[in-house]
């Protein structure tokens, strides 16, 4: 099993920068794959960037360019800076593990609770 624990979210004005960590717990040899998805009130959770073992990134169109996907295996952790805010990257950020690997065999898609984003003036 894994757990996840997202912080760093929050209230922000547009043009500022917030960052977010997500770190994952666990019997669990490795993590392939770990991702941060959002979900806009009326709207589907969406792919916001996602970061391989290897630190392969794949960023959603909207978010290329203004946010920065990290990670520190030695921690399991994974990071999101993100910069240059918009009013519509107001969500709820959710962390995400596609694959593990354990004593028990592989698991796949754990999530986070999720942490709030507001981006308001």
């Known amino acids: 099993q894994v757990q996840l624990v997202e912080s760093g979210g929050g209230l922000v004005q547009p043009g500022g920068s917030l960052s977010l960590s997500c770190a994952a717990s666990?019997?669990?040899?490795?993590?392939?794959?770990m991702g941060w998805y959002r979900q806009a009130p009326g709207k589907q959770r969406e792919l916001v960037a996602s970061i391989t073992r290897g630190g392969s990134a794949d960023y959603a169109g909207s978010v290329k360019g203004r946010f920065t996907i990290s990670r520190d295996n030695a921690k399991n952790t994974i990071y999101l800076q993100m910069n240059s805010l918009k009013p519509e990257d107001t969500a709820v950020y959710y962390c995400?593990?596609?694959?593990?690997?354990?004593?028990w065999g592989p698991g796949f898609d754990y999530w986070g609770q999720g942490t709030q984003v507001t981006i308001s003036s």
């Open positions: 666990g019997r669990f040899f490795s993590i392939e794959t």
């Open positions: 995400n593990v596609d694959r593990m690997t354990s004593p």
